[in-house]
């Protein structure tokens, strides 16, 4: 059933030019139907407390004047498509956004956010669809804008090919087993910020020019498969951080240009273990970065190609129960006489002088200096005292796996 061209007499006498509010057309409505809005301004801010289509048709602006949430939504089965939201409220408080959403079934595609805090706020809402959304926030210092979307105490939805930029985080707290599949997040803080977030999907996604890509704290049975990740050079910043996380699959990601590539802990108990599979690790300050190490970790296939370091593991634990088998790395000096496409050597990595700035972060900034080049040259040469291991790969990878092939 569609209602759409049954104006309220007000609006009649409005003049043509001037926005109309758009409460009182979705006060008519009748639950269930479909409200096509003609083409033009409408007055926000306004709230859906009925199951209905509410469909802009790509050309009906709904401006919240500066006030609250542009369009919040109290019901289940409701759909919004086609809409422009601009110009909410400014307060973090009360989570002043574009669409503050609560409900089951809901749909949400194609609509276009600007200049609103926050982008689209999911709160207690199950089995719904975001997709197809631009979104971006106010122009703002990163940390003082909002979250571009945000997920809390929501499960089993599907977040689909939006456009998300220049927003603060994506957080996902309280919220298990959602998707996240083919979704663009550039110049922002964290592209992926999950939060008590167990079992999500995070496939097929580009985040770009991000301070940090995905990070996760205590989120369990994450999938992180087919990412495109590339330059999250913020000083603390990587493609990938978890933490306190466990039976979690790393798997045919791009991980280009990081401060560090993979961060990790280790899991609580090593059977739970972090797996990283086939994931290309290119051009970053640090490839993958194991800290407080008590094993678990299993990296199969990997490609490391031109890190300045492949592997920085600290802490006293033993890391003798991770697995490293039958990755590239581009610093192997091994060959491949019986041409099986594996080193006849094992590849095994040390830490010489190298362990001087592992562990006094403030002696970083002397990388690559003639002394410490030196050092490290003369450690290799003759060690002053045993190196310690950091891996061993006993089957390397001949063949680096090509940046844009996964």
């Not at 289940?76 to 307060?91: C, E, M």
């Not at 190490?293 to 920085?312: D, E, R, T, Y």
């Amino acid at each position: 059933m569609k209602f759409s061209c049954l104006p309220l007499l007000a609006a009649l006498c409005l003049p043509a030019h001037a926005a109309q509010p758009l409460q009182p057309w979705l006060d008519v409505a009748l639950p269930g139907s479909v409200l096509k809005l003609p083409p033009g301004a409408y007055q926000g801010p306004a709230v859906i407390d009925k199951p209905l289509t509410l469909d802009g048709g790509g050309q009906a602006v709904i401006d919240g004047g500066g006030h609250g949430t542009v369009l919040t939504v109290r019901a289940d089965h409701v759909t919004l498509r086609g809409l422009t939201l601009k110009n909410s409220g400014p307060s973090h408080d009360s989570i002043d956004g574009g669409v503050m959403a609560e409900g089951r079934n809901l749909l949400i595609e194609n609509n276009v956010i600007e200049d609103a805090l926050f982008g689209i706020s999911l709160h207690r809402v199950n089995d719904s669809i975001v997709r197809g959304n631009r979104i971006r926030s106010r122009d703002l210092d990163p940390a003082d804008r909002g979250d571009g979307l945000r997920l809390w105490y929501s499960a089993g939805n599907r977040i689909e090919h939006n456009d998300i930029a220049r927003t603060r985080d994506i957080t996902v707290s309280n919220a298990p087993r959602n998707r996240f599949t083919g979704n663009a997040v550039r110049d922002s803080r964290r592209a992926l910020n999950l939060l008590f977030a167990p079992r999500t999907l995070i496939e097929n996604n580009r985040f770009e020019h991000n301070a940090t890509g995905i990070t996760a704290l205590n989120s369990d049975g994450l999938l992180i498969r087919g990412n495109q990740i590339s330059h999250a050079m913020d000083a603390s910043g990587a493609g990938i951080a978890l933490k306190e996380t466990s039976a979690a699959l790393v798997q045919d990601n791009q991980i280009v240009h990081c401060a560090h590539g993979i961060m990790a802990d280790s899991p609580m108990h090593p059977v739970n273990r972090l797996v990283f599979v086939g994931n290309v690790i290119a051009h970053n300050i640090t490839g993958v970065y194991f800290y407080g190490v008590k094993g678990g970790h299993l990296a199969i296939g990997n490609s490391f190609q031109n890190n300045l370091w492949p592997v920085m593991i600290i802490g006293d634990g033993d890391s003798a129960e991770d697995v490293w088998q039958g990755n590239y790395w581009s610093n192997y000096e091994g060959f491949d006489a019986d041409g099986d496409g594996y080193g006849d050597q094992p590849h095994e990595l040390y830490a010489y002088a190298d362990r001087i700035w592992m562990e006094t972060p403030a002696a970083r900034f002397f990388r690559n200096s003639p002394v410490l080049e030196l050092l490290d040259f003369l450690e290799r040469l003759a060690p002053f005292s045993a190196p310690a291991m950091i891996l061993r790969d006993p089957a390397p990878r001949m063949r680096r796996l090509p940046l844009g092939e996964r």
